[in-house]
């Protein structure tokens, strides 16, 4: 999750910065206009001190933003080293989850308001206890059954889930904080004791290989193209923002005048 903030802080701060650039860029080179009858040789004290004015508020603002934005991405690049070191809020486990190894099979987490117990549900295939791995297609379904479960566990303080079972025993890893190599680190979810990670359901895809349902996380591509449309989203309110600041100013100039 603090990477994610810290990827929209960098979008909007960066959106700040653009839209500021076009002030700094106009008071650089704004046009000179020029008479033959009254051009003076030399600038005026008035001419000089009016367009320093100009400059320096123009100036001033873009470098205000700059700095801003060069600010609040420290803070997010900081948050997002050091933030996964402490503990997570506990409703961060509140999710529908996709299992790798149970493809199609609901699992879902829903954590109490007291953010120390947990209540689970789902659906498997086949008898209780059996250790075959089977996942939740219709063809499955139809050869073993579908049954649903449920129980309840707790939550510990360092980022670990417990149903007391020595069987569901996980801790949360956020997407990038592993340097593990057992599958899903790109991505958020629970990863269990047993190297299995349920993975939070938004962020997976579910595909047909053979006659087989697969999971796996949203490719590359899908990840740059949500980057995309934040940024858009992002740049759009800005320009939004921009406009309506631009409409002010420009009526004021107009009472002034």
């Given at each position: 999750?603090?990477?994610?903030?810290?990827?929209l802080?960098l979008?909007?701060?960066?959106?700040?910065?653009?839209?500021?650039?076009?002030?700094?860029?106009?008071?650089?080179?704004?046009?000179?206009?020029?008479?033959?009858k009254?051009?003076?040789?030399?600038?005026?004290k008035?001419d000089?001190?009016?367009?320093?004015?100009?400059?320096?508020?123009y100036?001033?603002?873009?470098?205000?933003?700059?700095?801003?934005?060069?600010?609040?991405l420290s803070?997010?690049?900081?948050?997002?080293?050091?933030?996964?070191?402490?503990?997570?809020?506990?409703?961060?486990f509140t999710?529908d989850y996709?299992?790798?190894?149970?493809?199609?099979?609901?699992r879902?987490?829903?954590v109490?308001?007291?953010?120390?117990?947990?209540?689970?549900s789902?659906?498997a295939?086949?008898?209780?206890g059996?250790?075959?791995?089977?996942g939740?297609?219709?063809?499955?379904?139809?050869?073993?059954?579908?049954r649903?479960?449920?129980?309840?566990?707790?939550?510990l303080?360092d980022n670990?889930?417990?149903?007391?079972?020595?069987?569901?025993?996980?801790?949360?890893?956020?997407?990038?904080?592993?340097?593990?190599?057992?599958?899903y680190?790109d991505?958020?979810?629970?990863?269990w004791?047993d190297?299995?990670?349920w993975?939070v359901k938004?962020?997976?895809i579910?595909?047909?290989?053979?006659?087989?349902?697969?999971?796996?996380?949203?490719?590359?591509?899908?990840?740059?193209?949500e980057?995309?449309f934040?940024?858009?989203i992002g740049?759009?309110?800005?320009?939004?923002?921009?406009?309506?600041?631009?409409?002010?100013?420009?009526?004021?100039?107009?009472?002034?005048a």
């Amino acid at each position: 999750m603090t990477l994610k903030t810290a990827t929209l802080l960098l979008l909007v701060n960066v959106g700040i910065a653009a839209a500021f650039q076009p002030l700094l860029i106009s008071s650089r080179s704004r046009p000179q206009v020029s008479s033959r009858k009254h051009t003076p040789l030399f600038a005026t004290k008035e001419d000089v001190a009016n367009k320093f004015d100009i400059t320096s508020k123009y100036l001033s603002s873009a470098l205000f933003s700059k700095t801003a934005s060069s600010l609040a991405l420290s803070l997010a690049i900081t948050a997002s080293a050091i933030l996964p070191a402490y503990a997570v809020d506990a409703q961060i486990f509140t999710n529908d989850y996709a299992d790798p190894f149970h493809p199609l099979c609901q699992r879902h987490v829903e954590v109490f308001k007291d953010g120390k117990s947990f209540h689970y549900s789902g659906t498997a295939v086949g008898p209780k206890g059996d250790t075959v791995l089977r996942g939740c297609s219709a063809q499955e379904i139809k050869d073993f059954g579908l049954r649903k479960g449920a129980f309840d566990g707790i939550i510990l303080s360092d980022n670990r889930i417990s149903a007391g079972d020595d069987i569901h025993e996980g801790v949360w890893e956020p997407a990038n904080s592993a340097s593990t190599t057992l599958g899903y680190e790109d991505v958020d979810g629970i990863r269990w004791n047993d190297g299995n990670k349920w993975i939070v359901k938004s962020q997976s895809i579910a595909k047909v290989k053979g006659d087989k349902y697969v999971v796996e996380s949203k490719s590359g591509a899908t990840r740059v193209g949500e980057v995309i449309f934040l940024a858009y989203i992002g740049f759009s309110t800005l320009a939004g923002a921009k406009g309506v600041y631009d409409g002010i100013q420009r009526k004021r100039q107009q009472q002034e005048a």
